[in-house]
């Protein structure tokens, strides 16, 4: 028995016609996802699928599965094909290749242009800065966000308008650009760089002025010193100075034209002269000197009365001095009565008032006086003032009580006697009154009460002639000593009433 055994064989690598075909997209942006897809009429059979671009191979699936380009670029562009390995009868296999597609990956916006106002602009103005790039009418749609940097730093982050306005410092000078950018960020693209140098204004116009204004500080209440600059940009540097020793008050570093420094609480050591200055390119600019000129307010006057003790007699004339040593010129002086105004006395110098007054009994009281150099009123302590009747300038001396005996007056601090030419009852009379004694009894001569006056004892009175009414001896009219000595003294008698023993 004969068996034959027929055996069928095909060559490897015969491929069959359109069994494996690709599926790809002609057109793409950048960032867009891209699938490439190689399948044949029975994927079962695919044993090992191979993906090629421009010839070489990008990647091997041991069964059908696709390729996905998840974020095209331009380089993806370019001819793609697969090729598939699939399995015959029994062992035998075939290498199939499908047919090549092209992608062209277009650019979906250029890199961005920066354009900047000014490349040189003045500290502190404004610079607009923009980021500009172009989207294909077909993806108008397509959101896309805008950063700006300087050196390295993120300046403005993620901005959808490109657009920027900036006021530039000198220290802002540097290398900027900008970035735009999908929403999605899968596309980003930098424009070039641009070198930004900010110019600084130097300060100049130096002035120092003051509050209260024109340097007319008072002592205790404070003091502003204002320094200012005409121009400049940037940080400035204040200083404060005195004139005459150079020492240096304070300093402040501001953005501004304009800073202030303040003495709170002013004393008499602030007057002098004053400068400020101005810095911010190491150059400082100096104002001129002003005069601080302190003025001291009045303080509580001291009121004195020129009466010793603060007793004095009706008739007598008292200055009342009312003195403010420290009080700034010129001072205006006000007197009182028990709160009632005496009057007002200016003093161009400061310094001290007095005001006269002729004693009456309507005087007595409390007198106190005010200083005011416009800076405030102060008023003194009160000063009691007594005033009383004058001691008799009469007296009648070695009787048997105070109504009798040798009659004697003052004057200038010495008794001396009076003589008798003239004497009688009338001029007996005045003296009984000026004493307080009752009437005129007798006109004795005053060798009936002895002992003698000394002589060395004035005789003040030849004659006096009096007419009686007189209220004392001194207002009678009278004869200067001529040729009386004391043997000649005139004596008086008056009643004594029971209240003047």
């Known amino acids: 028995v004969c068996v034959c055994v027929c055996v069928l064989s095909f060559p490897v690598g015969t491929a069959f016609a359109d069994w494996l075909s690709i599926d790809l997209q002609s057109h793409a942006y950048e960032g867009d996802r891209v699938v490439v897809r190689c399948s044949g009429k029975d994927n079962g059979k695919i044993k090992k699928l191979m993906y090629y671009k421009d010839g070489s191979r990008i990647a091997t699936y041991s069964s059908a599965s696709s390729y996905t380009i998840s974020n095209a670029r331009p380089s993806d562009s370019g001819s793609y094909y697969c090729k598939s390995d699939k399995s015959l009868l029994y062992f035998f296999e075939e290498t199939e290749g499908s047919r090549t597609q092209w992608l062209t990956v277009r650019e979906l916006f250029p890199a961005p242009s920066l354009t900047v106002s000014s490349l040189q602009p003045v500290e502190e103005t404004s610079v607009t800065l923009s980021c500009d790039t172009r989207l294909p009418s077909e993806r108008s749609w397509t959101p896309l966000q805008y950063s700006l940097f300087r050196d390295g730093h993120t300046l403005k982050s993620r901005s959808s308008s490109g657009f920027w306005t900036l006021a530039l410092r000198k220290e802002d000078s540097g290398n900027y650009w900008c970035e735009a950018m999908t929403a999605s960020r899968s596309v980003s693209k930098r424009s070039r760089q641009s070198y930004v140098q900010v110019h600084r204004i130097p300060v100049s116009g130096a002035l120092l002025e003051t509050q209260p204004q024109g340097g007319q500080a008072v002592e205790g209440q404070g003091l502003v010193l204002i320094c200012s600059v005409a121009e400049g940009t940037g940080e400035t540097t204040f200083s404060w100075h005195r004139a005459d020793t150079g020492e240096r008050l304070g300093s402040k570093s501001q953005r501004s034209w304009r800073s202030e420094l303040e003495i709170p609480d002013v004393r008499e050591s602030h007057a002098g002269g004053y400068y400020c200055t101005g810095d911010n390119t190491q150059s400082p600019i100096q104002s001129e000197v002003v005069n601080i000129t302190v003025k001291i307010p009045a303080s509580h006057p001291v009121l004195t009365l020129s009466a010793p003790e603060a007793h004095a007699f009706i008739g007598d004339t008292v200055e009342l001095h009312c003195e ?155 004869v200067e000593t001529f040729d009386c000595g004391h043997d000649e003294d005139a004596g008086a008698v008056c009643e004594a009433l029971y209240k003047s023993l």
């Open 324 to 478: 403010d040593k420290r009080a700034h010129p010129p001072v205006l002086y006000s007197f009182y009565h028990n709160n009632v105004s005496l009057g007002n006395i200016s003093v161009p110098s400061g310094g001290r008032a007095s005001f006269s007054l002729s004693l009456t009994r309507e005087h007595i009281g409390n007198y106190s006086c005010e200083a005011n150099n416009g800076l405030g009123v102060q008023r003194s302590e009160e000063v009691a003032l007594n005033v009383t009747e004058p001691p008799p300038k009469t007296r009648l001396v070695n009787g048997a009580h105070r109504c009798e005996g040798r009659v004697e007056v003052e004057r200038d601090g010495r008794w001396g006697t009076v003589c008798d030419d003239g004497w009688g009852l009338k001029e007996v009379a005045v003296v009984c009154r000026e004493l307080g004694c009752g009437a005129a009894k007798h006109t004795p001569a005053g060798l009936l009460y002895p002992p003698l006056a000394e002589e060395a004892q004035p005789v003040f009175i030849q004659v006096a002639l009096c007419n009686g009414t007189e209220e004392a001896l001194a207002e009678c009219e009278q």
